[in-house]
């Protein structure tokens, strides 16, 4: 029987409200449930979900995606910076180029002939989620150096792994399609997409601030920011910009221009926030495929480990440089492990770029690995990562609960 969309999309509500349920019972992030009852429901399992119905619901990814961004970008705010100083920059740039380095080099020695798919999964091990993370130093109360130094990291940091993202992915394409790499189109192309997704979200920030900072309705607010964050997405697309880098330097501007039009419009994306994420997250679990697991069984391990030591090491290596206290030194790495979120934004893009046929079979199985890779992996780093969190919190002494 052939259901229609949005009664399939009602069924994936009701769904989320399940994972919601089960995963506070098990005092498991509410993510991970989504993630894990998605794979229940997928293509491997009960096959619920099958491949056009994903198609049809697409724009839910753009929807969480845009909401996510302007999350992350709200978070940059310049006051933030003066508090904690330089080494929130040293460590989140690190944990997020040394992870990718571990993960790039580890994949390339599992299959020297895909130089293109250690990019790609080095790329997208550099990100890590802020959201298990936040819900241990909320669940506890944690409040110290380490929470804030953390709680800034992880805003930054998924901006570092987008800019790495592109970079790996421009190479990547090249790769794939045989082309001759151009050192100077490697540097210049990843240039002008970042340039252009920062150039057109600073533009949007300027032209909003100016057309809607008396705006105050809760109704008017939410066609504003929908309005913004469409035609960013728009745009984007248009001229091959990046969409999430775009949106969050729309956010990153506005905050910072205009705190008051910012909260407004942050208050929108957080009341439906939830709502897209929860469709965006149990979608991207039925993307799972276990046929799969024999072949990127070994590989998931390689890239769970090395990602873990790339961003332990990386932040520690960061917090010294950066002169940090000695509290952030020793345990900011262990609040760094989940990946779960921009990862997967990342992974969904990585789909939609490269598994479309564009760039023939290893293209569309590139697509197939990183997306399995990754769901794969989330599930032990989003049930790890809490409880690292948890320990170094307790730790630092800085647990109030």
Same mark, same amino acid.
């Given at each position: *029987?052939?259901?229609?969309?949005? !009664?399939?999309?009602?069924?994936?509500?009701?769904? &989320?409200?399940?994972?919601?349920?089960?995963t506070?019972?098990?005092?498991?992030?509410?993510?991970?449930?989504?993630?894990?009852?998605?794979?229940?429901?997928?293509?491997? =399992?009960?096959?619920?979900?099958?491949?056009?119905?994903?198609? %049809?619901?697409?724009?839910?990814?753009?929807?969480?995606?845009?909401?996510?961004?302007?999350?992350?970008?709200?978070?940059?705010?310049?006051?933030?910076?003066?508090?904690?100083?330089?080494?929130?920059?040293?460590?989140?740039?690190?944990?997020?180029?040394?992870?990718?380095?571990?993960?790039?080099?580890a994949?390339?020695?599992?299959?020297?002939?895909?130089?293109?798919?250690?990019l790609?999964?080095?790329?997208?091990? &550099?990100?890590?989620?802020?959201?298990?993370?936040?819900v241990?130093?909320?669940?506890?109360?944690?409040?110290?150096?380490?929470?804030?130094? $953390?709680?800034a990291?992880?805003?930054?940091?998924?901006?570092?792994?987008?800019?790495?993202?592109?970079?790996a @992915?421009?190479?990547?394409? @090249?790769?794939?399609?045989?082309?001759?790499?151009?050192?100077?189109k490697?540097?210049?192309?990843?240039?002008?997409?970042?340039?252009?997704?920062?150039?057109?979200?600073i533009?949007? #920030?300027?032209?909003?601030? !100016?057309?809607?900072?008396?705006?105050? @309705?809760?109704?008017?607010?939410?066609?504003?920011?929908?309005? #913004?964050?469409?035609?960013?997405?728009?745009?984007s $697309?248009?001229?091959?910009? &990046?969409?999430?880098?775009?949106? *969050?330097?729309?956010?990153?501007?506005?905050?910072?221009?205009?705190?008051?039009? %910012?909260?407004?419009? =942050?208050?929108?994306?957080?009341? =439906?926030?939830?709502?897209?994420? #929860? *469709?965006?997250?149990?979608?991207?679990?039925?993307?799972?495929?276990?046929?799969?697991?024999?072949?990127?069984?070994? *590989?998931?391990?390689?890239?769970?480990?090395s990602?873990?030591?790339?961003?332990? =090491?990386? #932040?520690?290596?960061?917090?010294?440089?950066?002169?940090?206290?000695?509290?952030?030194?020793?345990?900011?790495?262990?609040?760094?492990?989940?990946?779960?979120?921009?990862?997967?934004?990342?992974? $969904?893009?990585?789909?939609?770029?490269?598994?479309?046929?564009?760039?023939?079979?290893?293209?569309?199985?590139? &697509?197939?690995?990183?997306? %399995?890779v990754?769901?794969?992996?989330?599930?032990?780093?989003?049930?790890?990562?809490?409880?690292?969190?948890?320990?170094?919190?307790?730790?630092?002494?800085?647990?109030?609960?």
């Open positions: *029987m052939n259901l229609n969309t949005l !009664f399939m999309l009602s069924i994936v509500l009701v769904i &989320s409200v399940i994972a919601q349920t089960v506070q019972k098990l005092k498991l992030p509410t993510v991970t449930g989504y993630v894990l009852i998605g794979v229940f429901f997928g293509k491997s =399992l009960l096959g619920f979900f099958d491949e056009t119905f994903l198609i %049809n619901v697409d724009i839910i990814n753009d929807l969480a995606l845009g909401a996510m961004a302007f999350t992350i970008g709200s978070e940059l705010k310049k006051s933030l910076f003066k508090q904690l100083g330089k080494s929130i920059f040293f460590i989140a740039f690190f944990e997020s180029f040394i992870a990718f380095i571990f993960v790039f080099v994949m390339y020695l599992w299959e020297p002939d895909k130089l293109y798919q250690a790609v999964l080095g790329a997208v091990a &550099s990100a890590t989620a802020p959201a298990a993370t936040v241990v130093l909320n669940q506890y109360k944690a409040r110290g150096a380490l929470t804030s130094t $953390i709680l990291v992880v805003g930054i940091d998924d901006a570092i792994a987008l800019i790495i993202f592109v970079f @992915s421009t190479i990547a394409k @090249s790769t794939l399609i045989g082309e001759h790499i151009s050192y100077l490697v540097i210049m192309q990843p240039i002008i997409e970042i340039g252009g997704s920062f150039l057109l979200g533009i949007v #920030a300027f032209v909003v601030n !100016f057309l809607f900072k008396k705006v105050r @309705s809760p109704e008017d607010v939410l066609v504003r920011v929908t309005l #913004a964050i469409f035609f960013i997405f728009g745009v $697309i248009t001229f091959d910009f &990046s969409e999430l880098l775009a949106v *969050m330097a729309f956010a990153a501007v506005l905050v910072n221009i205009n705190p008051l039009l %910012n909260n407004r419009f =942050l208050k929108v994306t957080t009341y =439906l926030g939830p709502l897209f994420f #929860a *469709m965006f997250f149990i979608l991207a679990g039925s993307k799972l495929d276990i046929k799969l697991i024999p072949v990127i069984g070994i *590989m998931g391990l390689i890239y769970f480990l990602r873990f030591a790339g961003k332990y =090491l990386g #932040a520690t290596l960061g917090a010294f440089i950066g002169g940090a206290p000695k509290v952030v030194r020793k345990y900011v790495g262990l609040g760094l492990i989940p990946q779960v979120g921009v990862a997967v934004a990342m992974a $969904i893009i990585v789909d939609k770029t490269f598994g479309n046929g564009d760039f023939g079979e290893p293209g569309i199985l590139l &697509s197939k690995i990183v997306i %399995n990754l769901l794969l992996t989330t599930i032990a780093t989003e049930v790890i990562g809490p409880l690292l969190t948890k320990y170094a919190i307790t730790k630092a002494d800085e647990r109030n609960i």
